[in-house]
């Protein structure tokens, strides 16, 4: 992954697993892609399933994601075509989550409060910043093992051609 542009979502703290993916749902669209994507943030942004494009990156304040360990709050926005996540943070269960089914989310504070919905952002992975607007921001280096996890499509895939000790 190296530098790609994308239309912003934005959205608020707290947002919890519930809200991303309702929970009235779980059992019943769980391997369905297209319905996760049906329902993505439906109850949060009625708007979002029915505008978002494959590429789009949400933007959310603090705590994005917590709540249960619930997958489809990943798995849903992976199918309606969401490329990343920027947050000023993540629960861990999510970030992790995140990570094993390979969508991208990146804490960058300052870039979350520079951009609005609507707006066009860019994330160049290589140089480990957000451009939003002609201005620039830095975010932590991702371990290389979790580039490469992105990479493959989530960890099921990044593992397939491993063996383990």
Known sequence: MTR????????GDNVNTDVIFPGKYTYTVSHDRAALARHALEDLDPVFAEGVSRGDVIVAGRNWGNGSSREQAV?????????????????????????????????????????ESGDDIEIDLAATRILVAGQSYAFPSLPPQVLEILDAGGIIPWLGGRTLA
Not at 4 to 11: C, D, E, Q
Not at 81 to 107: D, M, P, T, W
Request: charged share 15%.
């Open 4 to 11: 790609t542009a994308h239309r912003v979502w934005k959205y």
């Open 75 to 115: 798995t849903c926005l992976i199918a309606a075509g969401v490329h990343a996540v920027i947050a000023v943070s993540f629960a861990r269960i999510y970030y992790r989550n995140a990570i094993n089914s390979g969508l991208l989310v990146i804490e960058c504070a300052d870039a979350v409060e520079a951009v």
